[in-house]
């Protein structure tokens, strides 16, 4: 009897230690940081109880789809509309260079590269997600404009792009001011719901799209260089 509790607290134990987080995909919700041990993998099967409480369980390989690092941000993809308001706000020019930092399932690149025929890179850190932005690429067969890359962004150099797409964090988009410094003057930063503190925008705006069931999206735009507020 003693045995067979032991056993079965090990089983929940062990489940409880491998269950992973599902990504958010409803683009009515906002995101938050990823926890340590969440993937963008579908949940694991729950481990069958060792015969003995004590044995030590053989060390998986690594499934072949999980980030490098865990993501600072878990997944939560943009509204189409709130996509297009905020393209619309940094009024894009055929010769603009688009980074979305933290690309998600590719919908801001492949907009921009598909209404506006700009040149467009998104960034993910996640090879889920950017497996899912190649065939969003191909599908909408933007493939002579788009290009993506499994990339953590606080790593990239993006003086090549002068228009930046973030839907990350508040703190992320802080950690990013180094970064958005080395961008030629008159490039434009545009942040989905989140500002940066310590720098101000040049425009502010809240969008509520028609959808049923839509929220209210904040919408920022920066545009350099920086213009960092006075403590
Ligand atoms: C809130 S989603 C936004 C997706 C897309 N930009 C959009 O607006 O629909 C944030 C994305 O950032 C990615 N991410 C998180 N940390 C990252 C990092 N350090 N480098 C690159 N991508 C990252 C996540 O995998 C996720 O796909």
Not at 11 to 33: D, F, H, M, V, Y
Not at 153 to 177: G, H, K, M, Q
Request: charge should be neutral; hydrophobic fraction near 35%.
């Amino acid at each position: 009897m003693r045995t067979l509790l032991l056993v079965s607290a090990a089983a929940l134990a062990i489940a409880g230690c491998t269950r992973q987080e599902s990504p958010s995909t409803n683009p009515e919700s906002k995101p938050s940081a990823a926890v340590a041990a969440a993937t963008s993998a579908p949940p694991a099967p729950e481990p069958e109880a060792k015969p003995e409480p004590e044995a030590k369980p053989e060390p998986e390989e690594k499934p072949a789809k999980e980030p490098a690092r865990t993501p600072d941000v878990e997944y939560v993809p943009t509204p189409q509309p709130v996509v297009d308001k905020m393209l619309d706000m940094v009024k894009l020019k055929k010769t603009d260079v688009l980074y979305d930092l933290g690309c998600g399932d590719g919908r801001i690149v492949v907009t921009a590269a598909k209404k506006y025929g700009v040149k467009a890179f998104g960034y993910d850190i996640d090879p889920v997600r950017v497996a899912e932005a190649k065939a969003n690429v191909k599908k909408n067969g933007v493939e002579n404009l788009v290009t993506i890359e499994e990339a953590d962004v606080f790593t990239l150099d993006l003086s090549p792009a002068n228009v930046i797409t973030v839907y990350l964090l508040p703190e992320l988009n802080v950690r990013l001011i180094p970064q958005l410094e080395k961008l030629k003057p008159g490039s434009r930063v545009v942040s989905h719901d989140f500002d940066m503190a310590g720098v101000k925008p040049d425009k502010h705006i809240q969008f509520t799209p028609k959808d049923p069931g839509a929220r209210e999206h904040d919408i920022y735009l920066f545009t350099t260089p920086l213009k960092k507020e006075k403590k």
